[in-house]
T-cell receptor
Framework: DAGVIQSPRHEVTEMGQEVTLRCKPI?????LFWYRQTMMRGLELLIY????????DSGMPEDRFSAKMPNASFSTLKIQPSEPRDSAVYFC???????????FGDGTRLSIL | GIQVEQSPPDLILQEGANSTLRCNFS?????LQWFHQNPWGQLINLFY???GTKQNGRLSATTVATERYSLLYISSSQTTDSGVYFC??????????????FGRGTQLTVWP
């Protein structure tokens, strides 16, 4: 079975540009999570969806961040405009049902210059 | 939120040695997971263990929910065990249901 698929693997862009990160969860998983990992703050949850509906977005740092899940097999995390402090590794994860093991994608390493 | 503390922060072992990693948490939980982040950055789910004991090969985990801690045991360590081990928990109550809180991890280095 294919795992969680994220793209791109690496993204380098200039400050002020729009960045779009993509995620395909494991087929049949009802929950999708977006995380950010930095040295300073560790791993932190940004937002999660249940059956394509955003449930908890309290971790989204500010209005520059937005996430969508138009269907069960695709989600995006968008940053507009991007800033150097957004540089981090962004992970997407999915789980079959609430409270069950979360399976992570390989992450997107984002660098904002 | 909930506080998740992992110890030790760093651990260096010779291949073949055994080790125990600890995770303490500050509130009742209904979900606890252990992850391994390998040197390439990939996060692998090792155990889903809100209570009790589980084993998977050389790895085993025990969670004592009433005392708010979990232990991850690695036996006969191998160089491929190197990486960061994270514990993550979900609070049993409150407005943060569904949200996993991660500890800062234990950095394990296994030398040949």
């Amino acid at each position: 079975d294919a795992g969680v698929i994220q793209s791109p693997r690496h993204e380098v862009t200039e400050m002020g540009q729009e960045v779009t990160l993509r995620c395909k969860p494991i087929s049949g998983h009802d929950y999708l999570f977006w995380y950010r990992q930095t040295m300073m703050r560790g791993l932190e949850l940004l937002i999660y969806f249940n059956n394509n509906v955003p449930i908890d977005d309290s971790g989204m740092p500010e209005d520059r961040f937005s996430a969508k899940m138009p269907n069960a097999s695709f989600s995006t995390l968008k940053i507009q405009p991007s800033e150097p402090r957004d540089s981090a590794v962004y992970f997407c994860a999915s789980s079959l049902v609430w409270g069950q093991p979360q399976h992570f994608g390989d992450g997107t390493r984002l660098s904002i210059l | 939120g909930i506080q998740v503390e992992q110890s030790p922060p760093d651990l260096i072992l010779q291949e073949g040695a055994n080790s125990t990693l600890r995770c303490n948490f500050s509130d009742s939980v209904n979900n606890l997971q252990w992850f391994h982040q390998n040197p390439w950055g990939q996060l692998i789910n090792l155990f889903y263990i809100p209570s009790g004991t589980k084993q998977n090969g050389r790895l085993s985990a025990t969670t004592v929910a009433t005392e708010r801690y979990s232990l991850l045991y690695i036996s006969s360590s191998q160089t491929t065990d190197s990486g960061v081990y994270f514990c993550a928990v979900e609070r049993m109550r409150g407005s943060t249901l569904g949200r996993l809180y991660f500890g800062r991890g234990t950095q394990l280095t296994v030398w040949p």
